[in-house]
T-cell receptor, first 114, second 114 residues
């Protein structure tokens, strides 16, 4: 069953703690993305990666970090430097060739900072 | 960078009526304009997209129109049904091979009342 899997679905964290959100895909997509979703603000791009061992900052990268050691995996770390981390985080993947621009999203991870 | 504005933020229609959602974009280099539907508690999914070399595209009850000169594009849903109730996001990017850095609008919450 192909797709993109995020975990955990819900996560609670105390202020000052780092937390890592997992994103795995078996769609053989080269490109992967992390978006943050807040009520009334749509989806905002945090980081994206086109290829293994390479990634770029999106519009709201401050306080976040990523790695891309494997094609299938693109974990996101929310660091203690992120001032307002409570949000819904969506991971996506897509092809970098062919005539399609579709992104395939995971089911999301909801992070709550206590 | 690209900025996408979406209106209205909420839309309420009676079943069978039409619904129209409008978006404007700022970057004249953008050439790819998808629409995503996000049902409550679920992941966003692509419902239709259009490229800058096309003015209109239809798929059953949904259609998208693009005015490149005015930099705006619209989603039209005809004969709305209760299952059309969801949040709809427009997006824009300059798709030219490689990654697809989509910039999303803030979303429109559509409610279709029986």
């Amino acid at each position: 069953d192909g797709g993109i899997t995020q975990s955990p679905k819900y996560l609670f964290r105390k202020e000052g703690q780092n937390v890592t959100l997992s994103c795995e895909q078996n769609l053989n997509h080269d490109a992967m993305y992390w978006y943050r979703q807040d009520p009334g603000q749509g989806l905002r791009l945090i980081y994206y990666s086109q290829i293994v061992n390479d990634f770029q900052k999106g519009d709201i990268a401050e306080g976040y970090s990523v790695s891309r050691e494997k094609k299938e995996s693109f974990p996101l770390t929310v660091t203690s430097a992120q001032k307002n981390p409570t949000a819904f985080y969506l991971c996506a993947s897509g092809r970098t060739s062919g005539n399609t621009g579709e992104l395939f999203f995971g089911e999301g991870s909801r992070l709550t900072v206590l | 960078g690209e900025n996408v504005e979406q209106h209205p933020s909420t839309l309420s229609v009676q079943e069978g009526d039409s619904a129209v959602i409008k978006c404007t974009y700022s970057d004249s280099a953008s050439n790819y304009f998808p629409w995503y539907k996000q049902e409550l508690g679920k992941r966003p999914q692509l419902i239709i997209d259009i490229r800058s070399n096309v003015g209109e595209k239809k798929d059953q009850r949904i259609a998208v129109t693009l005015n490149k000169t005015a930099k705006h594009f619209s989603l039209h849903i005809t004969e709305t049904q209760p299952e059309d109730s969801a949040v709809y996001f427009c997006a824009a990017s300059s798709l030219s091979g490689g990654y697809n850095k989509l910039i999303f609008g803030a979303g429109t919450r559509l409610a279709v009342h029986p």
